[in-house]
Structure formats: C-alpha cells, structure tokens
C-alpha cells in the first residue's frame, strides 16, 4: 500500500502541476484579454477577408472568408514544402553517394558543397536567392526564352499553359498504365524467384507508359494545347507576361533555398548509411559477380535505407517547419498570410497562433506517420 | 449595553470600510501604466523600424521623428525628461500585439487609426500627429502619371498587414483591373523589391512614400502620383483599460498642437508664464489645476513645450527641413487652413 502510493503520488503531483500551469496561463489570458475588451472565438473565420493574394492554387478571392484564405495559404505551404522535399531527397541522395566516390574531383566537390550550403544560415540563403540571384535576372521586355517557349524574369518564371480535353480519359490511361506495370513488376520477381530468367522490365514498363496514354490521343478524343505566355506592355517601360502561368519568383527562390539547404543533411546521412553496412557485404556481393551498380542497388542500399530514413524523416520535419521563413520574402504562405495578414485585420492573435501551431505540428505528425510506415515496410522482416 | 457597543463596532467598521473603498478609488486614479513607468524611470514606446520623418534610428541610435516626439512628449509630461524613453522597433504584424501584450505602453507608429481596429482589439486611438492618405509610386521613366493608366497584370508591392493591402484591393476592385500583390514584411524589404523592379508601382500612405523615396538609390528616378486612394489618420495608441494613461498621451499631443495655435514654442515658453492671455498661461502651467486631474504637477505641459517643442517645431524638425513633405498640406493648424483642430486645453 505504502509502496503504491509512494509509486502513484509523484505522477499525480506531476499532473497536478501540469494541470495548474495550463489554467494559470489560460486564466491570466483570459483576465487580461477581459480587461482590454478582447473577444475569444472563432467567428472571424467567417467573415470575408478582404486581402488578396498574390499565389494560390485554388480559388481564392477577397471576397471569400478567412477560413478559406486558410485553407488557400496551408496548400501554398504545402507546396513549397512537397517541392522542397522532393528535391532535397533527389539532390542528397546524388550528393551523398558523390562523396563516398572513388574520383577525387567528385568526392571533393560533393564534401565542399555540403560544407558550405550546411554552415551558412537558411534565413540568408533564402535572402541571397531572392534579391541577388533571382534579381540579376532580366526584366520581362529583355528574357530570352528558356527551351523557346519558357521565360526566366525578375517578375516570374512564365511557362506555357495546358489546355486539356477529356483530361479525365488520359488521367485514367495513366492510372491503368501504372497499375499494370506495378502486376507486371511483381510477375517478373516470381519469374525470376522460380525459374531465374529477366525480363527486360525497364523498357516493357517505358513502353506501357508511352503507348497506353498516347493511344488515348488517338481512340480517346484527348486533345493538348498550350497557351503560350505572351509580352504585354504596361506601360513605356515596364511590361509583364500574360496567359501561361508565371511562378513567382518568391516561389523559386523559397524552393531552391531549402531544399539546397535541406540536401546536405540527407547527403549525410545517405553517406552515413552507406558507411554504415559493413565492407563485407559489399565484398561478398562483388564476389557472386554482381556489378557495382547491381551491388549498390540490390545489396547496399536495401540495408543502409533502414540507417536513412529515420534521420531523413527529421530533415523532412525541418524543411517544412523551416518554409515559414517565405514570410521574409513574400511568398504568401501559412505564417505571411495568416498568421501575418489575417491576423493583424482581426486582431485575433490567441486564435491564430493556436491554429497556426496546431497545423504545422498536424503537418510534422503526418509526415512522421508516413515515414515511419515506410521505415516499417523496409525494415528486417525476422522470419 | 454590550449590545449598544457591538451595534457601534459594526457601524464603526462599515465607515471604515466604505472610507477604505473611497481612499481606494483615489489611488486607483492614479494609473496603473503610470506609476509602472514612474517606477521605471522610462516610457515604453513602440516605433517603426525606420521611416524617416516619423520614426528613424540614426547611426548612433539616437530616435528623430513627429512619432518619436509623441512619446518624449509624454516622458517629458510624466517623468520631467524628454529623453527617458525606451524604444522598441516593430514591424507592421507585431505592433498591436506588443502594445496589448503589455511589451510596450504607447505605440506610435504611423498607425491609422480605423473603427476595428478601436472597437474590436483591445487598443483606445487617442489622437492624430498626421492625416495622411494612400498614393502609389512609380518610376518616372514608366511615362505613368495617373492611376487611371493602370492596366491589367500589374504588380504592386506593400506591406502586410496594414490598412494599405485592403484598400489597394478596394482600389483595383473597383476599377476592375487585375492586379499581383505581392506583400513583404518589412518595409525596407518592400523599398528594396521595387526598386529591383519586381513591382511596377509601391502603395502606402504618401508619406511614406516620400519618406521611403528617401532612401532609394536614386529618389529621382520615381515619383508619387497624385491620386489619394484612402483616408489615413495616423496617431499614437495605447492599451484599452486605463484612462488616465490614455489621458496623458492625449493631452500630451494635444499640448503640442495646442501650443504652436497660441505661439508658444520652446524657446519663448518661459517667458509665456507671464503672458496676459490665461489660455497661454493655462499651457505653460502658470494658471490653473491642470496636471492634478492625471496625477502630475502642474508644468507638465510647460515641459514638453520646453524640451520637445510644439507641433509646428517637430514638423518642421523631421518633415519639412528634411526634404519629405515641406508642405504641410492638411496636417497645418485650423486657423492656417489645416484640419489640425484639438479641443481646449482647459
């Protein structure tokens, strides 16, 4: 009894003291917030909002509510945050095998470029895109075009548009296409399990993609414009494009920063994952004649992803919490608009901060829950 | 009888509770921010991050501008020295924040002053050093010199959260021409954004388009057009919930205004005291009870006269004699064909 009690009561006292810290906090708040004549609620998240936006990849308006222009500011943080994984991940992994080559000009300048993009502080490298690179960019009226159709400017990156009909038959035709790759795939590895032949499956996989969609071109009605974007003057000297798309150049600039950034730490620890399978492995591979490529890819990379992932999964965190530093350059994101913007037209600074947190630690749980699943699948399975 | 001296005890005790509750009322006249800032030894000011003519840091971090002058004004009033004040810079999103939080006591920061802003956040407007109003700004070569030449596709840089992004949306709305905002933080970001030529024009209050067009590379390059787009009356504000305090900062800047309408400057304010007008006498402390209502002496006002100057000194001070707005259009007394009117130190 004396001894259940002496294991329960510091626990209980602990929960005591979290307990009276929150309702002090919440009390103060609430007293003080009473005193100023400050309203707590979410009803603001009705009203119209009233402030435009310079990107948004759905409908967004003045006239639409603050909860929308939420909704609208979470998907541009969203994006940048997918964009910039995406290419952190491709970047690391290439730098990181880069550093463990064997060619000393490779291996010296992979080491140069993680020491250098790791130890200068993201705030600044997001300043340096933005105002000094992205600024010696030429003004609408002087771009050349990029690929003949693309236009680089201090004003945005315009590309063509595409105007799609019966996009939904080609949408289809790609799904069917990667679903019967994915059976084909799993039919060659039982054909190889069984009896040990290959098959080419590079090219039969490349030949259902080409052929399947291309066929709904012919058989499917699905016709592919472009809108191509076009000079338009402004006035005597300044000019913008229209039609296309432009991304803005605080879109690129916010993309690039991160994720050139973010690469060097997954270009560790790819490195370190690779280091970490022992050089028997690698030896034992070679001797059963698998090429090097074959024994990077079918050897050395299954075991060292187990090493990767966790760590990588922490830089992932990192660059999506880190995107909120687009409010220093324009990028309407999450914190510019509505943790900036919204909340200074309603003075709702408890409401908004607490939605605001709520959504970035949403955001960071998903993406760990997703990367621990896959951390999960790869894992090594005891039989 | 020991009845009689038990009903006496309670009746005795009920006078000395209401006495308490009344000595308490007296005291608690005595504002809260007030006696914090006495006890301090300095006001607690909220600035912009550097808008010449209202509020900028010079190399040696030595603050000039008609905001910066409301709140020495109030140090001068409050603690008898126009140079104990603290000030913190704030960008445009953290201002109320800071002010209702309780970082700072005053915030006098070109804010306009607007009836959600008053009603809705917890912050009392209690007065207007500047009726200004949005203009736009665009390079000269650009050929532009009315709004009305605006074309679809334009792109227009300002500061966020402020009245500006609102009313340029208003603007461009109801002319029907489409526009890209594109809305930095700071404003020295925004300056460096147009100037780089990311945006064809930069909205603000006019004033600080003259006062940012300072600081460009080349300030002849770009010019303000005419247009007025918005009504801007900028002052200081303080926390909702304490009158008196309010009452200080009010008066404060009314004293200043007030000062310059009878000719009371800072160098001749002494020599007022004998004045034969008793309003002039009232403004430099020699007549009447006037600091006793806020819990001051009675030179208050001659101190801010004396060591700030009036409203005319300070704006000829940073505005005029610094090049950003020589005229002073509305912001010029009543009695001179201004709309700087404040009602009667009296």
Redesign the interface.
């Known amino acids: 009894m004396n001894n259940k009690i002496k294991r329960i009561l510091p626990q209980l006292l602990t929960i005591l003291f979290v307990v009276l810290i929150f309702g002090f906090f919440t009390i103060n708040a609430q007293v003080n ?1 009473d ?4 309203d707590f609620g979410f009803g603001f998240l009705k009203q119209e909002a ?5 990107f948004t990849l759905l409908d967004y308006d ?1 006239q639409d509510s603050y909860g929308w222009a939420y909704v609208v500011a979470l998907l541009n943080t969203l994006l940048v945050s997918f964009l910039g994984i995406i290419f952190c991940t491709i970047l690391g992994v290439i730098i990181g095998i880069a550093r463990l080559s064997s060619n000393f000009l490779i291996k010296n300048s992979a080491a140069w470029y993680v020491e250098f993009f790791r130890n200068i502080p993201l705030l600044l490298q997001i300043f340096f895109w933005y ?1 000094a690179a992205l ?1 010696a960019l030429p ?1 609408p009226e002087t771009a050349e075009p990029w690929f003949g159709v693309t236009y680089m400017t ?2 945005g990156y315009f590309i063509p548009a595409m105007i799609w009909e019966n996009l939904n038959i080609f949408v289809y035709c790609l799904l069917a296409s990667f679903i019967s790759i994915i059976f084909i795939r799993n039919y060659a590895k039982n054909l190889q399990e069984k009896e040990g032949k290959q098959l080419p499956l590079l090219y039969i996989s490349l030949a259902i993609l080409l052929v399947v969609p291309g066929l709904s071109f012919i058989l499917g009605g699905v016709t592919l414009d472009f809108e191509m974007p076009v000079l ?1 003057q ?5 000019y ?1 494009y ?1 039609g296309g798309i432009g991304l ?3 879109l690129i600039a916010l993309v690039l920063a991160l994720s050139l950034y973010t690469s060097t730490f997954v270009a560790e620890c790819v490195r370190a994952g690779i280091q970490g399978i022992s050089k028997g492995q690698k030896e034992a591979a070679a001797s059963v004649g698998l090429t090097p490529n074959q024994v990077l890819k079918l050897v050395i990379m299954p075991q060292a992803l187990r090493i990767i992932i966790p760590p990588t999964t922490n830089q992932y965190l990192n660059l999506t919490k880190n995107s909120s530093l687009a ?4 990028y ?1 994101d999450l914190v ?1 608009v509505f943790a ?2 919204a ?5 709702k ?1 408890i409401e908004i901060v607490g939605i605001t947190m709520l959504t970035y630690l949403t955001i960071s749980l998903l993406i760990a829950a997703l990367m621990n699943w896959y951390n999960k699948k790869i894992e090594i399975k005891e039989k | 009888m020991f009845k009689v001296i038990k009903r006496l005890t309670s009746i005795v005790a009920m006078f000395a509770v209401l006495f308490a509750f009344t000595t308490e009322t007296m005291a608690a006249k005595k504002s809260k921010t007030l006696k914090n800032t006495q006890k301090k030894g300095f006001v607690r000011c909220g600035v912009s991050q550097g808008l010449p003519g209202f509020s900028n840091a010079d190399a040696s971090g030595n603050w000039t501008g008609i905001d910066v002058d409301v709140c020495r004004a109030v140090a001068a009033a409050v603690l008898g020295d126009a140079n104990k004040v603290k000030f913190t810079p704030l960008s445009a999103k953290e201002r109320f924040t800071a002010l209702t939080s309780g970082e700072i006591d005053i915030l006098s920061r070109n804010t306009t002053w607007t009836l959600s802003r008053d009603a809705d956040i917890g912050l009392t407007f209690v007065g207007v050093n500047f009726y200004d109003g949005q203009g736009f700004m665009v390079r000269k070569s650009s050929g532009i010199t009315s709004t009305s030449q605006f074309k679809n596709g334009i792109s227009a840089c300002t500061n966020i959260g402020t009245t500006t992004e609102l009313n340029m949306r208003d603007f461009f709305n109801s002319r029907g021409i489409s526009y890209e905002p594109v809305a930095f933080e700071k404003a020295d970001e925004v300056v460096a954004a147009y100037d780089a030529g990311r945006c064809d024009t930069y909205t603000t209050d006019k004033s600080g388009l003259a006062a940012q067009r300072t600081k460009m590379k080349n300030p002849d390059e770009h010019i303000v057009l005419p247009e007025t787009i918005s009504k801007e009356p900028l002052g200081p504000v303080v926390r909702q919930g304490d009158a008196v305090w309010e009452d200080i900062v009010r008066w404060s800047l009314n004293t200043m205004i007030e000062a310059e309408e009878y000719g009371i400057t800072s160098s001749n304010a002494d020599s007022m005291k004998t004045s034969d007008n008793p309003q002039i006498k009232r403004l430099v402390g020699a007549e009447g009870e006037m600091g006793a209502a806020f819990g001051l002496d009675n030179e208050w006002n001659l101190r801010i006269i004396k060591q700030v100057g009036n409203y005319g000194e300070s704006y000829k001070r940073n505005i005029a004699d610094t090049g950003i707005l020589p005229d002073r259009g509305p912001n010029q007394l009543w009695t001179k064909g201004g709309i700087l009117y404040v009602p009667p130190a009296r």
């Open positions: 917030m005193n100023r004549g400050i009233s402030f435009d936006m310079q003045g105002y600024r003004l201090i004003k338009k402004l006035s005597a000297t300044s913008t229209e803005p150049p605080e409010a220093a350059i324009a309407p510019l900036g913007t909340m200074m037209q309603t003075g600074a």
